[in-house]
């Protein structure tokens, strides 16, 4: 007998060439993938108590028709029936609107069933359906199902039902027994039957469980599958450096290190000094002390004889890190440099030949690293900052200038944990979870833009201070051009209303690198005292005393990219102070601007975003590898993530797992997956 995944739906009664020609464009080809169109939601159809229904709610009631119903045309071809309904003991009125036939059916004290919403106040129904006849007991919730083109949810109801008949019996359980007894789950045959024909909640409910707890388990066992086979059978390189030279170098800091700053850069040092490849994500809030544990992690790969690379989004953000590099390194004979695409001509041959030659230790640089003619002698370490700004493919790109070398990946948005181990599973996961003492809490306010004025005098009292500001512009994501364009008038409005008392600078996407670069030197050396910026100032700009910002339009944007711009302030030992300007009409934009006020704690607010705003859109864009599920949800079925997610690591390491022929379901789909030919290591 053929798999039901390789068993087309023409086989189903009922369906012929050209539906199953609308199903394909919905991606439903084979009876499984018909069996697992579930239904989105449930029409419940069934029998309520009137004086228990709430103003405005859907209801369907069973009653009889009093009285003669009555007519009315109005307009063209308008109409409106009203008759009345004794529901159990109470009269309610109906209307029907534009279906004037219905007179004729209605007899007096005929039974019949109606579905509307229901007026309190007016005592009215107002009717979608009616059944002429009293409700028949097998049609009391139904499924709904998406569909495309000429399919009905009716029809799609009767696929499925003949396709449940017909080919029911031969679903499998993906799942080992074992599994099945320790979560009490039914089976997936009952479940997949359960969910297309609701009994009632409770069976719903477990149906659910099985589906929620088997799509999470398989996705743990292929990722961490993956991990597992890049840990064993990956060829990297056992760098080996001087350790007295590194603790020589992290004592000439400025600074002690943080004992989370610690910690992670011994988790890194080790996995590049084990022969293994490192494939590992290194997460820290905003001015945590990132760039300080990359250079030192840069430094010990130099030691070892390798060549670094750190690859940063902005050009912006990979000066800042070439110069904070160059002072770290400046009493050492480490060469830092830098390459972007404003590099040209005989400098850039310079620079390209002496990395070839291994002149150079460090590079850093943008999307620029990754061209072709971008040669390292011996690249041993491929560090990427604000990693998911940049596609899989580009990351591979640089990973592969160098034979196996070690990976890091740094981010400042925190990724809530859920996130975390679906996204980045197949990655390890270092968390600055500390601050560098001395730093005082960012004070937040909320503004209505209104208050500009009161703002406004509160930024000049920072100023007479002799600190600076950032002014983040309106923002208006669907054009650059108005971007430019609204910073250019914040910048008109602020110069005349200080009126020449303090430099304004100005910062958008349409300066040229040079341009953009003397703009940031001017406010870095307090030359100018505010910057009015569009949004390009968000990741990595360090002035620490910067102590003010300013946020236009804060409602439009999420809490992790609110949560990044403030962290450009902070940075000093000084009171620092953000202000969202704001007028939020929904519940959830005021939620967020509360939020804001009342946390500085990045992994607190990454977890509310994921909340507000679902896991598709977390980092901005939909392309961010976040798997998309089919029945679970991230964030609601959490648990069920932990608790899979642990039997998967407890699976893979068991010997059983390999040989008993429970398993072998779940063996197959880590082996279909391709997991382990190599090919997606990323
Ligand atoms: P991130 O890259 O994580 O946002 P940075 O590396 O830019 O943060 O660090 C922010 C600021 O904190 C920098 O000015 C840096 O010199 C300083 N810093 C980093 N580590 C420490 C530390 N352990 N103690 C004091 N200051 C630190
Ligand atoms: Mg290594």
Same mark, same amino acid.
């Given at each position: 007998?053929?798999?039901?995944?390789?068993?087309?739906?023409?086989?189903v009664k009922g369906?012929?060439?050209?539906?199953?020609?609308?199903?394909?464009?919905?991606?439903?080809?084979?009876?499984?993938?018909l069996l697992?169109h579930l239904p989105y939601r449930y029409e419940d159809y069934r029998l309520r108590d009137?004086?228990?229904?709430?103003?405005?709610?859907k209801i369907t009631v069973e009653g009889?028709?009093?009285?003669?119903?009555?007519?009315?045309?109005?307009?063209?071809?308008?109409?409106?029936?009203?008759?009345?309904?004794?529901v159990?003991?109470?009269?309610?009125?109906?209307?029907?609107?534009?279906?004037?036939?219905?007179?004729?059916?209605?007899?007096?004290?005929d039974t019949i069933t109606l579905t509307g919403?229901?007026?309190?106040?007016?005592?009215?129904?107002?009717?979608m359906e009616i059944h002429f006849g009293p409700l028949t007991g097998e049609k009391e919730v139904e499924p709904v199902y998406?569909v495309?083109?000429?399919?009905t949810v009716k029809q799609m109801r009767k696929f499925i039902h003949s396709a449940l008949g017909e080919y029911g019996d031969?679903?499998?359980?993906?799942?080992?027994?074992?599994?099945?007894?320790?979560?009490?789950?039914p089976?997936?045959k009952e479940s997949i039957s359960a969910l297309h024909n609701p009994v009632n909640q409770q069976v719903l409910k477990g149906a659910r469980?099985?589906?929620?707890?088997?799509?999470?388990?398989?996705?743990?066992?292929?990722?961490?599958?993956?991990?597992?086979?890049?840990?064993?059978?990956?060829?990297?390189?056992?760098?080996?450096?001087?350790?007295?030279?590194?603790?020589?170098?992290?004592?000439?800091?400025?600074?002690?290190?943080?004992?989370?700053?610690?910690?992670?850069?011994?988790?890194?040092?080790?996995?590049?000094?084990?022969?293994?490849?490192?494939?590992?994500?290194?997460?820290?809030?905003?001015?945590?002390?990132?760039?300080?544990?990359?250079?030192?992690?840069?430094?010990?790969?130099?030691?070892?004889?390798?060549?670094?690379?750190?690859?940063?989004?902005?050009?912006?953000?990979?000066?800042?890190?070439?110069?904070?590099?160059?002072?770290?390194?400046?009493?050492?004979?480490?060469?830092?440099?830098?390459?972007?695409?404003?590099?040209?001509?005989?400098?850039?041959?310079?620079?390209?030949?002496?990395?070839?030659?291994?002149?150079?230790?460090?590079?850093?640089?943008?999307?620029?690293?990754?061209?072709?003619?971008?040669?390292?002698?011996?690249?041993?370490?491929?560090?990427?900052?604000?990693?998911?700004?940049?596609?899989?493919?580009?990351?591979?790109?640089?990973?592969?200038?160098?034979?196996?070398?070690?990976?890091?990946?740094?981010?400042?948005?925190?990724?809530?944990?859920?996130?975390?181990?679906?996204?980045?599973?197949?990655?390890?996961?270092?968390?600055?979870?500390?601050?560098?003492?001395?730093?005082?809490?960012?004070?937040?306010?909320?503004?209505?833009?209104?208050?500009?004025?009161?703002?406004?005098?509160?930024?000049?009292?920072?100023?007479?201070?002799?600190?600076?500001?950032?002014?983040?512009?309106?923002?208006?994501?669907?054009?650059?051009?108005?971007?430019?364009?609204? $910073?250019?008038? =914040? %910048? +008109?409005?602020?110069?005349?209303?200080?009126?020449?008392?303090?430099?304004?600078? /100005?910062? !958008?996407?349409?300066?040229?690198?040079?341009?953009?670069?003397?703009?940031?030197?001017?406010?870095?050396?307090?030359?100018?005292?505010?910057?009015?910026?569009?949004?390009?100032?968000?990741?990595?700009?360090?002035?620490?005393?910067?102590?003010?910002?300013?946020?236009?339009?804060?409602?439009?944007?999420?809490?992790?990219?609110?949560?990044?711009?403030?962290?450009?302030?902070?940075?000093?030992?000084?009171?620092?102070?953000?202000?969202?300007?704001?007028?939020?009409?929904?519940?959830?934009?005021?939620?967020?601007?509360?939020?804001?006020?009342?946390?500085?704690?990045?992994?607190?607010?990454?977890?509310?975003?994921?909340?507000?705003?679902?896991?598709?859109?977390?980092?901005?864009?939909?392309?961010?590898?976040?798997?998309?599920?089919?029945? $679970?949800?991230? =964030? %609601? +079925?959490?648990?069920?993530?932990?608790?899979?997610?642990?039997?998967?690591?407890? /699976?893979? !390491?068991?010997?059983?797992?390999?040989?008993?022929?429970?398993?072998?379901?779940?063996?197959?789909?880590?082996?279909?997956?391709?997991?382990?030919?190599?090919?997606?290591?990323?």
């Amino acid at each position: 007998m053929s798999k039901l995944s390789e068993t087309s739906i023409t086989n189903v009664k009922g369906i012929g060439e050209e539906t199953a020609n609308s199903l394909h464009s919905m991606g439903i080809e084979s009876v499984e993938d018909l069996l697992m169109h579930l239904p989105y939601r449930y029409e419940d159809y069934r029998l309520r108590d009137i004086s228990e229904v709430k103003h405005d709610e859907k209801i369907t009631v069973e009653g009889k028709v009093h009285g003669e119903p009555s007519l009315m045309y109005y307009g063209k071809k308008k109409s409106r029936l009203t008759f009345r309904v004794f529901v159990g003991s109470f009269l309610v009125k109906a209307v029907c609107f534009n279906r004037p036939f219905y007179k004729n059916k209605l007899a007096i004290n005929d039974t019949i069933t109606l579905t509307g919403k229901w007026d309190q106040h007016r005592q009215t129904i107002t009717v979608m359906e009616i059944h002429f006849g009293p409700l028949t007991g097998e049609k009391e919730v139904e499924p709904v199902y998406s569909v495309k083109g000429n399919i009905t949810v009716k029809q799609m109801r009767k696929f499925i039902h003949s396709a449940l008949g017909e080919y029911g019996d031969r679903i499998d359980d993906s799942l080992p027994p074992v599994l099945l007894h320790k979560y009490k789950l039914p089976s997936k045959k009952e479940s997949i039957s359960a969910l297309h024909n609701p009994v009632n909640q409770q069976v719903l409910k477990g149906a659910r469980r099985y589906l929620v707890y088997e799509e999470f388990l398989m996705f743990q066992l292929k990722i961490q599958a993956l991990r597992k086979y890049q840990r064993e059978n990956s060829q990297g390189i056992s760098q080996k450096f001087a350790e007295n030279d590194l603790t020589e170098f992290i004592q000439a800091l400025p600074f002690p290190l943080t004992g989370a700053q610690s910690r992670v850069l011994n988790e890194i040092l080790s996995d590049m000094s084990s022969p293994y490849r490192m494939n590992r994500l290194l997460q820290g809030d905003v001015g945590s002390g990132k760039t300080v544990v990359a250079a030192i992690a840069l430094y010990a790969s130099c030691l070892s004889g390798y060549q670094g690379a750190l690859m940063v989004p902005t050009e912006i953000l990979a000066e800042q890190h070439a110069q904070s590099l160059s002072g770290l390194f400046a009493s050492i004979s480490i060469r830092v440099e830098l390459l972007t695409s404003s590099v040209k001509g005989k400098r850039r041959r310079e620079l390209l030949e002496q990395l070839q030659n291994g002149e150079i230790d460090i590079l850093i640089g943008t999307h620029a690293l990754i061209q072709d003619e971008v040669n390292f002698a011996r690249l041993g370490l491929v560090i990427t900052d604000e990693q998911h700004r940049f596609g899989v493919g580009q990351r591979r790109i640089l990973r592969e200038k160098g034979e196996s070398p070690d990976v890091l990946f740094m981010t400042a948005t925190p990724i809530p944990r859920t996130l975390a181990i679906t996204a980045f599973g197949e990655m390890d996961v270092s968390i600055i979870d500390e601050m560098p003492a001395g730093r005082k809490a960012i004070e937040t306010y909320w503004a209505k833009h209104q208050m500009i004025d009161r703002v406004l005098s509160f930024v000049e009292k920072e100023l007479l201070k002799g600190r600076q500001a950032y002014v983040i512009c309106p923002l208006i994501e669907e054009s650059e051009k108005l971007d430019v364009q609204n $910073a250019i008038d =914040v %910048h +008109d409005m602020l110069t005349h209303y200080y009126s020449g008392k303090w430099k304004i600078g /100005l910062m !958008h996407g349409r300066l040229n690198s040079e341009e953009k670069e003397k703009v940031m030197q001017e406010f870095s050396d307090n030359m100018a005292q505010v910057l009015v910026s569009t949004t390009v100032v968000e990741v990595g700009v360090n002035v620490p005393n910067a102590t003010m910002m300013v946020i236009y339009d804060a409602e439009r944007f999420g809490l992790s990219q609110l949560h990044q711009l403030r962290g450009r302030v902070g940075r000093g030992s000084e009171q620092s102070y953000c202000i969202l300007l704001a007028d939020p009409k929904s519940e959830v934009g005021k939620e967020r601007m509360k939020i804001m006020t009342e946390t500085n704690d990045g992994f607190v607010l990454s977890e509310k975003d994921l909340e507000l705003r679902g896991p598709g859109d977390f980092f901005g864009r939909k392309q961010s590898g976040v798997p998309e599920f089919k029945v $679970a949800d991230m =964030v %609601h +079925d959490y648990r069920a993530l932990e608790v899979a997610r642990q039997d998967a690591y407890d /699976l893979l !390491h068991s010997q059983s797992f390999w040989e008993d022929g429970q398993y072998e379901g779940l063996r197959n789909v880590i082996e279909e997956s391709g997991v382990l030919d190599g090919e997606k290591l990323d």
